[in-house]
């Protein structure tokens, strides 16, 4: 399923000591807006294509389907309220997630009757849980941020950037002197955290 929203390329560092990059963003971009959040992912174990939250009460996933000059182009899949109808989930929720077979037993679930009964009932997905403190900016058709993020009390930090514009993707990762780090995107950075 597609929405509107334009697919972006991006590029994502990890790491406890990016002060270097993340003081290069606060100097090219000035102002940032301050945004904090409890998300909840919903991690497969066997895919590291797909990226399915929750925040605010909405199911949001997005699929990668491509990959250039190793950045990322992640393409929007679904963004759907709770409660979410069955058929839905059959149709494209679990399968996105790599799930084949799954008994429903309900023809809606709630944002708990989804984790308990589908999400924890799979022996292949897990819901972490993170609290995020994200710094973002707007720079030479760029968004991009810096993050403070707590996976199950482990502490991280992340510097994203994206856009739908990969040659402007590609400057703005040199200014920051990022280019030669690795990508890594929100679900595999928490697998490793969690040893998985």
């Known amino acids: 399923m597609t929405t509107e929203v334009q697919p972006r390329f991006e590029f994502r560092v990890w790491g406890k000591d990016l002060g270097g990059p993340a003081g290069r963003l606060r100097r ?18 066997e895919r590291d294509d797909v990226n399915a939250k929750i925040r605010d009460g909405l199911l949001d996933i997005k699929v990668l389907s ?10 929007p ?7 979410l109808a069955a058929s839905l989930l059959l149709e494209e929720v679990l399968p996105r997630l790599g799930v084949v077979e799954l008994d429903l037993h309900w023809d ?9 009964d589908v999400i924890r009932s799979h022996p292949q997905l897990h819901v972490v849980d993170l609290s995020k403190r994200r710094l973002k900016y707007d720079i030479a058709g760029c968004l991009a ?16 950037a ?10 703005l990762l040199r200014r920051l002197g990022i280019e030669g780090f690795e990508n890594v995107s929100y679900p595999l950075a928490i697998k490793r955290a969690l040893g998985w």
Do not use: M
Not at 162 to 171: N, Q, T, V
């Open 145 to 160: 941020e810096f993050a403070e993020v707590t996976v199950n009390r482990h502490e991280l930090a992340t510097l994203a």
């Open 108 to 116: 809606s679930y709630s944002l708990a009757t989804f984790i308990d």
């Open 162 to 171: 994206e856009s739908a514009d990969l040659d402007a993707l590609r400057e």
């Open 28 to 45: 090219l971009s000035g102002e940032s807006q301050d945004v904090r959040s409890e998300e909840t992912y919903v991690i497969a174990i």
């Open 66 to 75: 491509a990959v250039s000059q190793r950045c990322e182009l992640w393409r």
């Open 77 to 83: 899949w679904l963004k759907a309220d709770f409660p």
